[in-house]
């Protein structure tokens, strides 16, 4: 037996990749027909090729299959039987419907991250939404505005997403053309009665604000007045000398919306005026939490800028400049896949006890991807559990000579 096939155990990839189950990815390709007509090259496979790209950082189709050639004898642990060609990883991307990929991501985020950590604390559940743009390197899905010097628009795809604060993971996601406007992505949203959403100003939805101030579904929001808003002062609430010298300069109860038109429900809501005393700029958040103090309002909008962590840490994190269709399937299918590698490793961190960043982590994984050892000795340990590993393969290997 030669020394590069005999094999322990399984890679450290295979065992990431276990952490999806094999019978939702078939149960989700039944759903949207993704394996109709394949004869070799499923929905599995499929999704197995696209992790690999991410966790290994690669940039272009050669280097997927090339670097999947190279490891062809350990693929079987993987669940691949043959290492598919360029023309076929293209046209998959091409013809295999995203919203499989975009399924499966919601799915497993609703595995892994459902309820939360602190789940017997009174205070509510605080919900952020905000959008982020991914350039595309052509005019595909092209963005709203001017044209570049060239006469060229360059394209964009929009990615509206809503995290939970506690998570700092993206629980629900849409992918729009860059074009797009925010706002209809909060009707998409399906929040639990009496908890808080905060976003900025570019969201401006008047009637949904109503309807979220009512009895019968109540969510609180948070988020910034606008200048040109539509609005009537009905009185001044006093505050407190705590808020006011934490930076709250007037307390508000206003009439928010357009008297002009008959659709739109007109509904009370809260404007505070707010001084950040480090960089001395002046906010207006608007609000319909009475209950909450004023400085409660100004902290969770504060929270607001944890999204923002989120989108650089996956836009910096997985190979999204240069992608591997020139499609919008194929463009949205990418993507989808580095959130599914990004919620994997946010698996990884909260599952083991040694705090591991998320660029180390991402890093280890890349380089030890068909590394033969136990991951959880791996992530306690990796110096020592590859040590190990390399002396069991060495003694087994001597009852075996060439």
């Given at each position: 037996m030669s020394k590069h096939t005999y094999f322990t155990g399984q890679p450290v990839l295979a065992q990431i990749i276990h952490l999806i189950p094999r019978s939702m990815v078939h149960r989700l390709a039944r759903r949207h027909g993704a394996d109709r007509y394949c004869k070799s090259f499923f929905s599995w496979d499929h999704l197995i090729a696209m992790l690999y790209a991410h966790f290994s950082g690669c940039g272009s189709l050669r280097e997927v299959i090339t670097g999947l050639?190279?490891?062809?004898?350990?693929?079987?642990?993987?669940?691949?039987?043959?290492?598919?060609?360029?023309?076929?990883?293209?046209?998959?991307?091409?013809?295999?419907?995203?919203?499989?990929?975009?399924?499966?991501?919601?799915?497993?985020?609703?595995?892994?991250?459902?309820?939360?950590?602190?789940?017997?604390?009174?205070?509510?559940?605080?919900?952020?939404?905000?959008s982020t743009t991914i350039s595309l390197f052509s005019d595909v899905m092209a963005t709203a505005g001017r044209p570049g010097a060239d006469g060229r628009r360059k394209g964009g795809?929009?990615?509206?997403?809503?995290?939970?604060?506690?998570?700092?993971?993206?629980?629900?996601?849409?992918?729009?053309?860059?074009?797009?406007?925010?706002?209809?992505?909060?009707?998409?949203?399906?929040?639990?009665?009496g908890s808080i959403i905060c976003f900025d100003k570019g969201y401006v939805d008047y009637s949904l604000f109503a309807e979220w101030s009512t009895p019968d579904h109540p969510i609180g929001f948070v988020s910034r007045l606008r200048s040109n808003a539509a609005m009537e002062l009905l009185e001044e609430l006093p505050?407190?000398?705590?808020?006011?010298?934490?930076?709250?300069?007037?307390?508000?109860?206003?009439?928010l919306g357009h008297t002009s038109h008959k659709q739109v429900q007109r509904f009370q809501a809260r404007?505070?005026?707010?001084?950040?005393?480090?960089?001395?700029?002046?906010?207006?958040?608007?609000?319909?939490?009475?209950?909450?103090?004023?400085?409660?309002?100004?902290?969770?909008?504060?929270q607001r800028w944890q999204i923002e962590g989120v989108f650089k840490r996956i836009k910096g994190a997985w190979p999204l400049r240069y992608f591997l269709g020139d499609s919008p399937n194929a463009i949205k299918i990418q993507i989808w896949c580095a959130l599914i590698a990004d919620l994997l490793i946010q698996v990884l961190q909260r599952a083991h006890r040694r705090r591991w960043s998320y660029a180390n982590l991402r890093a280890m994984i890349r380089l030890h991807c068909f590394s033969y050892v136990r991951l959880g000795a791996f992530l306690a340990d990796p110096v020592k559990a590859l040590l190990q590993q390399n002396s069991q393969q060495s003694y087994a290997l001597s009852l075996f000579p060439t």
């Open positions: 050639l190279a490891a062809e004898g350990k693929l079987r642990h993987l669940g691949l039987t043959r290492t598919p060609r360029r023309s076929t990883l293209s046209d998959a991307n091409n013809r295999r419907p995203e919203q499989l990929f975009g399924d499966l991501y919601h799915q497993l985020a609703g595995r892994y991250f459902t309820g939360s950590p602190d789940s017997r604390s009174k205070n509510p559940p605080i919900y952020i939404a905000d795809v929009k990615a509206h997403t809503l995290i939970r604060s506690d998570h700092n993971q993206p629980e629900f996601v849409v992918l729009t053309p860059a074009s797009r406007h925010d706002t209809p992505f909060l009707r998409k949203l399906k929040l639990p009665k505050v407190s000398k705590a808020d006011r010298a934490a930076g709250v300069l007037s307390d508000q109860r206003i009439m404007l505070v005026c707010f001084r950040d005393s480090t960089s001395g700029k002046e906010f207006r958040f608007v609000s319909n939490l009475f209950t909450h103090t004023s400085r409660h309002i100004a902290d969770i909008y504060r």
